[in-house]
């Protein structure tokens, strides 16, 4: 397990113990003063889902949001606040596993690294030196058929060497539709999950997953994060059917079900979000502005408060009682609420010049507002 807890937590014995049963508290406190998400009004909500088409749900984002960011303490060492990766980013795309990546570092994650393909990395690396490239990855085109077995067991090594160190995982951004390439990541996917590593499957990750299921299928720390297009595409592939917004929320709690309760984030208007046992929504007012790469922030925040949620509740011994209690789902209320306000807040600055970039810009203030620095 990457996240330390209790007392393997790298401070010394007792001052560790005191230190993260404090915070501990705190979180617990937090997370109890969470209006209504007592079993009982749980059952009650879900409840009205069935009767009334469900739109009561709406998760109460900023108290979730408060109750998993950890404080920053000075005992703390680095890599402690979550190490993520992106694997994304080919000769196309350079801007998705960028925005991605250093959205997870400008929220608070302490390491972020990139695994993308040769031509990618110097143009990422360029972008920001704070993120961790790896040029590993490797496109049809830049590769002899008889190579192919030989590249690809060479590059799932490399990454092989790094995945027990994260956190999690975000796949896609930027990622391409090369065959070869989403072969190498199909088996990237296999050891994340063989080593219980959380993934956010977003962008061409979606493409990927949503034709071959079963590398995400029954696995609980999977989050798929679809937008209007991907989304169409799971529901056709996976139900069998269309897009049926007057029952929004009953036909993702299905979607999410039938994919072995993966948590699956419905990006739009709302932001739905569902593990196939609840249904959430977030409407904070966000921004009119559209342009891309919103999403890729998404995914990178998610995966941060994913790992927040889940170090959370693996240091809590069961004493957790939150309902949502499962961290994929807690992370995703968190990651669409600090969007939405960025976004809103960039916007509120730059009108209709708003760009991805003036959204990452606003998401230290953003999370500042909700959730201050003691
Ligand atoms: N700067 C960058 O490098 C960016 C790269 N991106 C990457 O681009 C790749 C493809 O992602 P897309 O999001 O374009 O894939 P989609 O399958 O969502 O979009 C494909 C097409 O559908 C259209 N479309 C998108 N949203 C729509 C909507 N709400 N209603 C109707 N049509 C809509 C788009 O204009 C596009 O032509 C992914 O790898 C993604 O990560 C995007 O993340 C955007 C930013
Ligand atoms: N119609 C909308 N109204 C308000 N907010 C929206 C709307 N559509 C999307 N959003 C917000 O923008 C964020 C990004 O969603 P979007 O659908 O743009 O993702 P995407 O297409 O994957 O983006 P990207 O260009 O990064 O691939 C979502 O979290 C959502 O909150
Ligand atoms: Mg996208």
């Not at 998760?59 to 960011?69: C, K, M, Q, Y």
């Not at 975000?170 to 080593?195: C, M, N, Q, Y």
């Not at 056709?236 to 009953?250: F, I, K, R, S, T």
């Amino acid at each position: 397990m990457v996240f330390e807890h209790g007392m393997n937590c790298g401070f010394s014995g007792r001052n560790c113990m005191l230190a993260s049963s404090a915070v501990l508290r705190r979180q617990q406190f937090l997370i109890r003063s969470l209006g209504g998400y007592s079993y009982h009004s749980h059952q009650t909500r879900m409840q009205e889902v069935k009767s009334m088409g469900g739109n009561n749900l709406e998760a109460d984002a900023e108290n979730i949001l408060r109750a998993i960011t950890p404080t920053l303490d000075p005992r703390k060492h680095k890599g402690q606040a979550g190490k993520v990766a992106v694997i994304g980013g080919c000769r196309e795309y350079t801007g998705a596993p960028y925005f991605a990546a250093i959205s997870a570092l400008k929220i608070g994650a302490d390491l972020s690294h990139v695994f993308c393909t040769k031509d990618a990395a110097p143009v990422i690396k360029g972008y920001s030196p704070e993120l961790i490239v790896h040029p590993i990855l490797e496109e049809s085109y830049s590769v002899r058929d008889e190579d192919k077995r030989t590249i690809s067991s060479k590059v799932l090594a490399e990454v092989d060497k790094w995945m027990e160190r994260f956190d999690c995982l975000v796949v896609g951004p930027g990622l391409g539709r090369d065959p070869f390439l989403l072969d190498i990541v199909s088996e990237i996917l296999k050891h994340a999950r063989k080593s219980n590593v959380p993934i956010v499957v977003d962008g061409d990750g979606l493409f990927l997953v949503t034709s071959s299921l079963d590398l995400v299928s029954g696995y609980p720390l999977a989050v798929l994060t679809p937008n209007v297009n991907e989304y169409k595409r799971l529901v056709q592939n996976v139900l069998g059917c269309e897009v049926n917004d007057e029952d929004a929320h009953e036909q993702l709690l299905n979607l999410a079900k039938q994919i072995g309760g993966v948590t699956i984030l419905r990006k739009g208007k709302s932001d739905l979000i569902s593990d196939g046992e609840t249904v959430k929504s977030v409407s904070i007012y966000g921004s009119p502005r559209r342009c891309g790469g919103q999403g890729d922030i998404l995914s990178g925040s998610v995966a941060v408060f994913v790992s927040w949620a889940r170090q959370l509740i693996l240091a809590s011994d069961g004493n957790f009682t939150s309902s949502p209690r499962n961290p994929t789902v807690l992370g995703c209320i968190a990651a669409s609420a600090l969007l939405r306000k960025a976004a809103s807040l960039a916007f509120k600055n730059n009108k209709r010049s708003t760009l991805t970039g003036d959204i990452i810009e606003c998401l230290g203030t953003s999370l500042e507002d909700i959730c201050p620095v003691h």
